[in-house]
């Protein structure tokens, strides 16, 4: 196992009873502060070399500090960008790294202490333990769309290897982040590669957590085989315990190497997942199906479609991909789009306020402009492709920019070769876009993949014509080629304004028509896409 080598500090204090007592005084409503000194203290422990027993002790102080943090701490984090590695994200995945080289530490121990009247209970705790808190340290790391490497996922495989061999026995603990009441090495590692097969680098930012938690109330309706005689069946994939988990990776058919794959039989969990899924449609709360009171319905039916996506279907081209090095100019958000799309004119609700008086009509409009589009600035970025087809394209953003993308975020961009003069955003050719996957690969910058979903958007606005909110919003307007050939007329507009079957009013160039949402096709982040039909 891959561990810091020791290196005894004197003077640390190693007496559990006057940790305990430290750890409980101090002050949890200032997590990142209390974490720092938290952090500080285990790392010192962490350089003594103690008895697994011991260690494991001390271990359990910290551990209940750690899980009257961690939630403070992920909360923290939700409310920055990932882009950024906020403080709270950076401090949750420094912690969780230093408690799974304390279990490490033990594990080790443990595997070469003589057992006492037969029988090693240190062993299970920490290699129980050691999983899972490898386990939360990779969803920080995908929380923060950070890369993770093989050497992470063949550590783990050589714990599932241990598990199998060793009789061990479940570990109590209903206050661990995510536990259902027990924890085991097996079940953490399924839980693990099924977010991994999900590909938590094309969930919308904030619900990797939440897609954690489900699957944690569902570990029951998976299991790990060693062989597996069917092929190409949904719901069963071929794992490598020496790499990350893939679907496209087929297991080899004979060979010492077969001997290093499981098989992971999900489809209870599949069907499970699909009637979720219909039961949220249908009206229920997303908490009665294992999410968390955070989540919204809309939000819950997106996380379990894509989830249910990625477990059931192998992504397959629809245009060929070419590589490319063009420089693109590109702005993230609906505001953004609109601004770019309007000729560099923002959207004002005052410009569709009832006038007070006649003046107001005749000298404020250009004014108005004027100071809407000094208050609200957006930029456009320019960024080299990686390569591109005709539904999209890969980018690479330097760190420093600090457009703070996030997936599921809508994004306009110019079309290759159509110009990046910066200075005007008039006379351009525009795409739509919405951020489909994203990798932080921290000093190297980001690379960010992008699928288009509108071709010659038009900038509106739009109100609902009934209820108490009835102002009016910006909103993009274009049409979506079906298969068939024919075309569907689609908006995107700020969250929240799909109902379906509610009549909205739209307005574009000076004309008013009634139209009626049909269709959602996307809720992302802070926005709707949804086809129409109009009234008229």
């Not at 570990?171 to 097996?186: I, K, M, Q, V």
């Not at 379990?304 to 192998?314: I, S």
Request: aromatic share 8%; with cysteine; proline share 5%.
């Amino acid at each position: 196992m891959s561990v810091p080598p020791q290196q005894a500090i004197p003077g640390v204090d190693t007496r559990p009873a006057p940790l305990r007592e430290w750890l409980t005084a101090l002050p949890y409503v200032d997590a990142e502060n209390t974490t720092t000194a938290v952090l500080e203290r285990l790392r010192d422990i962490n350089h003594q070399r103690i008895p697994a027993a011991h260690r494991l002790e001390l271990l359990e102080a910290f551990r209940h500090s750690y899980e009257r943090l961690h939630d403070a701490l992920r909360d923290n984090a939700r409310l920055h960008d990932p882009q950024t590695l906020p403080r709270a994200l950076t401090l949750l995945t420094e912690l969780t790294e230093a408690l799974s080289f304390g279990y490490k530490y033990a594990l080790r121990d443990a595997g070469t202490e003589r057992p006492r009247w037969g029988r090693n209970k240190q062993l299970p705790e920490a290699l129980n333990y050691t999983l899972h808190f490898l386990a939360l340290l990779l969803l920080c790391r995908y929380q923060a769309y950070q890369p993770v490497s093989d050497q992470h996922w063949r550590e783990i495989g050589d714990l599932v290897r241990f598990a199998e061999a060793q009789p061990i026995e479940n570990t109590r603990d209903a206050d661990f982040p995510y536990s259902t009441g027990e924890l085991h090495a097996l079940t953490g590692y399924r839980q693990l590669a099924l977010l991994r097969l999900a590909d938590p680098y094309r969930l919308p930012s904030g619900l990797i957590w939440e897609a954690y938690g489900y699957l944690a109330g569902k570990t029951g309706q998976s299991v790990l085989l060693v062989h597996f005689d069917g092929a190409d069946t949904t719901g069963v994939y071929a794992l490598s315990l020496d790499s990350e988990p893939h679907q496209s990776r087929p297991a080899p058919t004979s060979g010492v190497e077969r001997s290093s794959w499981r098989w992971l039989d999900a489809r209870e969990l599949l069907r499970t997942a699909q009637q979720d899924l219909e039961r949220i449609q249908a009206g229920s709360s997303p908490q009665r199906v294992g999410f968390s009171n955070r989540l919204t319905s809309s939000d819950a039916i997106q996380l379990l479609g894509r989830m249910l996506g990625q477990w059931t279907h192998t992504p397959q081209r629809k245009s060929p991909r070419f590589a490319s090095a063009t420089d693109v100019d590109l702005a993230p958000g609906l505001d953004a789009a609109y601004y770019f799309l309007n000729n560099c004119v923002a959207f004002d609700p005052r410009d569709y306020a009832v006038a007070e008086d006649d003046d107001d009509i005749d000298f404020s409009l250009s004014a108005r402009r004027a100071e809407s589009n000094l208050t609200r600035e957006f930029r456009l970025v320019s960024c080299p492709t990686r390569n591109r087809s005709g539904g999209g394209l890969a980018l690479h953003l330097d760190q420093l920019h600090g457009l703070g993308l996030r997936v599921g975020q809508l994004v306009v961009i110019n079309a290759p070769g159509t110009g990046t003069d910066t200075g005007s955003g008039t006379g351009r050719d525009w795409l739509v876009g919405v951020v489909r996957w994203l990798q932080n690969r921290e000093e190297a910058g980001t690379e960010v993949g992008v699928q288009y979903v509108a071709r010659n958007s038009q900038p509106v606005v739009v109100r609902a014509t009934t209820g108490a909110a009835q102002h009016y919003h910006a909103a993009l307007k274009s049409d979506l080629t079906l298969a068939n050939g024919q075309r569907l007329p689609t908006l995107i507009t700020t969250k929240g304004m799909f109902k379906s079957k509610t009549i909205l009013e739209l307005r574009h160039a000076d004309q008013s028509r009634q139209i009626r949402c049909e269709h959602l096709l996307e809720s992302g982040g802070g926005f709707d896409r949804f086809s129409y039909e109009a009234m008229d």
